[in-house]
Nanobody
Framework: QVYVVESGGGSVQSGGSLRLSCVVS????????MGWYRQAPGKQRELVAT?????RINYGDFVKGRFTISRDNAKVYLQMNSLKPEDTAVYFC??????????????????WGQGTQVTVSS
């Protein structure tokens, strides 16, 4: 079992900044990749940024240099600058892991946090 907890959301004005944090915990797991997705009302969940074990990073097209993802072991961060009203959404932390390694029953597991609200006002 892998537990994912986000923090750092809030309300800011357009042009402001926020830093999201995500902590992963559990037993008998190995993280392959971590990332952030977001979902605005009435829209599908979309990729914001991901970072793999070899530090390969992908950003959604809309990021355009405004956001930076970073990772420290089982923690992942998203620094968001120059926020726009269209960035308003619930942001979810995503973890792609391999569980059951010690128990010799390895299997992939995708885990999500509960989400943190980001609201940007104009």
């Amino acid at each position: 079992q892998v537990y994912v907890v986000e923090s750092g959301g809030g309300s800011v004005q357009s042009g402001g900044s926020l830093r999201l944090s995500c902590v992963v915990s559990g037993r008998d797991f190995h993280i392959n990749a971590m990332g952030w997705y977001r979902q605005a009302p009435g829209k599908q969940r979309e990729l914001v940024a991901t970072i793999s074990n070899n530090n390969r990073i992908n950003y959604g097209d809309f990021v355009k240099g405004r956001f930076t993802i970073s990772r420290d072991n089982a923690k992942v961060y998203l620094q968001m600058n120059s926020l726009k009203p269209e960035d308003t959404a619930v942001y979810f932390c995503n973890v792609e892991a391999l569980v059951g390694i010690v128990s010799d029953r390895p299997r992939p597991l995708t885990s999500w946090g509960q989400g943190t609200q980001v609201t940007v006002s104009s």
